[in-house]
């Protein structure tokens, strides 16, 4: 049972478990969860890229095992993986930089 | 990451090449602890065992295992070194049988089946029995690969044989990666030649369909979907017409089991297509329609029981005391490897086996 390590890739095939500790949270999670991922306005491959990219800002293991697989299954090429990637990371560097904002409100704020 | 191995297994001696050895690595670990169901206790579930024929509708001959390639993923372990190759008199044997056979369909395999010498015989006769679809699966690259194949395309014409291709992608990258270097290229060079004697064309009667496996460890999308991407994307690059696509999952065995295992994915793989079992699936895996010869004459399930060396249940074993309806009464050879067949859509050598 005790793993030595905060995360184990064997756990990602144990995800569905989760309904087992609290069977009506879970069921509507993973109710939630498959209708999301269900062809719509965006097709299943634009949400896998999605998913991909935000696995990645949420720095998820499991999730990127799980969408990097997913886009390979739905024919997404490795350049059109790393685009999406990049976009993450430049939201979220873009996401950090814009709050330079407000540093620089504080300061014209404080000094005289 | 993976190379284009050069040799097949049973050149390189590799311990895969073993059939036996294939069949105890299916059975035990994650199947043999009760980690995951054995096949045969899934089906059980929902009352399919023992898996049982339905009507027999296609006769599949694999006339030998030489190939000019060695796709990594290839379930035959097939190559230019393999020697085992269907002899005129074997051949003869199956004419008598097509002759008389209940099947609609007649399907050529390989490696690739041209390569056997009496190829073009065996065409031709086997041509005149009036069997109703007539397919040749033949690899693409073999038609640009010598001079003496450059006219299979006006050959299969002339007797209206209906090609089935593999074709792993729409885009160069990924085609070479899976199955070597150049393969693209000389694969929509052959396409096209196809399309230009009318082969795939919209309306044509001369069939071109395309066969895709995922070139690595996970399983195939939705074949409509992918279709779809495969058309635009074969048009808009190259201009080539085909008339379906059938996605096929690559089935735990030979070669792409040895990567698997290479390659620390097999557990995983094997999960995935126990998540993605369909019961319904079951009711039209390929052994329910089909009988698979191989190059010496012997009957099975299917070309992946041929390839794991499991003859079929049934009195009747060898092309040479053929008989259809002794068969027919017979109980189909399981193992894990079986799951590739109901994962998802199922998958089949026609492609998806559900709606
Ligand atoms: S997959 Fe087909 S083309 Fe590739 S080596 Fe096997 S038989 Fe030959
Ligand atoms: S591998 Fe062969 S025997 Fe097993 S389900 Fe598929 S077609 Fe049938």
Not at chain 2, 115 to 121: L, S, V
Not at chain 2, 127 to 135: E, N, P, T
Not at chain 2, 147 to 162: I, S
Not at chain 2, 255 to 280: C, G, H, K
Request: charged share 25%; hydrophobic share 35%; net charge negative.
């Amino acid at each position: 049972m005790a793993a030595n390590n905060y995360y184990d890739p064997a756990d990602l095939r144990k995800f569905g478990q989760i309904t087992e500790w609290s069977e009506e949270l879970g069921t509507k999670f993973f109710d939630y969860y498959g209708k999301v991922f269900e062809e719509g306005a965006l097709t299943a491959r634009e949400k896998s890229l999605i998913a991909l990219a935000v696995a990645h800002t949420e720095q998820c293991p499991y999730c990127i095992d799980a969408y990097t697989k997913d886009s390979l299954q739905r024919g997404v090429t490795k350049e059109q993986m790393m685009e999406a990637i990049h976009v993450g990371a430049a939201i979220r560097s873009g996401a950090t930089l814009v709050h330079g904002t407000m540093m620089m409100n504080k300061v014209n704020k404080l000094e005289m | 990451m993976s190379k284009i191995k050069q040799q097949s297994l049973h050149k390189r001696e590799a311990e895969l090449a073993n059939a036996n050895r294939q069949l105890e690595i299916l059975s035990n670990g994650i199947f043999g602890d009760g980690e995951l169901p054995t096949f045969a206790k899934k089906i059980k579930e929902t009352n399919q065992f023992p898996l049982r024929p339905k009507k027999l509708e296609i006769l599949q001959i694999n006339v030998g295992y030489m190939c000019n390639q060695v796709c990594e993923h290839c379930h035959v372990d097939a190559g230019p070194d393999r020697k085992e190759i269907m002899t005129w008199e074997t051949m003869e044997q199956c004419l008598d049988v097509i002759k008389n056979t209940g099947a609609h369909t007649l399907d050529l395999t390989g490696g690739a089946p041209e390569m056997n010498p009496n190829f073009r015989r065996f065409v031709e006769e086997a041509s005149k029995a009036g069997i109703k679809d007539f397919i040749v699966r033949s690899n693409l690259t073999i038609i640009r690969a010598n001079k003496k194949y450059y006219d299979l395309p006006e050959f299969f014409k002339k007797h209206n044989v209906h090609v089935v291709s593999s074709m792993p992608h729409w885009t160069r990258g990924k085609t070479d990666k899976q199955r070597g270097e150049g393969v693209f290229d000389l694969s929509i060079k052959a396409l096209q030649e196809l399309n230009a004697i009318g082969y795939g064309m919209p309306d044509s009667d001369l069939r071109l369909d395309l066969v895709y496996n995922p070139n690595g460890a996970y399983l195939p999308p939705e074949q409509a979907g992918l279709e779809k991407d495969f058309k635009h994307g074969l048009l808009e690059d190259f201009g080539i017409h085909f008339h379906n696509l059938f996605a096929i999952t690559n089935l735990p065995i030979a070669r792409f089991l040895d990567y698997l295992i290479a390659s620390e994915n097999y557990e995983d793989y094997m999960y995935q297509l126990v998540d993605a079992y369909n019961p319904t699936a079951v009711k039209n895996v390929m052994c329910t329609n089909t009988i698979s010869i191989s190059w010496d004459g012997w009957l099975y399930d299917c070309d992946f029981n041929q390839m794991l060396g499991l003859k079929v249940a049934s009195k009747v074993k060898h092309i040479s005391d053929y008989n259809e309806t002794v068969l027919n009464d017979r109980n189909i050879m399981i193992s894990q490897h079986c799951y590739g067949c109901t994962a998802g859509a199922g998958s089949s050598c026609q492609g998806a086996v559900t709606e």
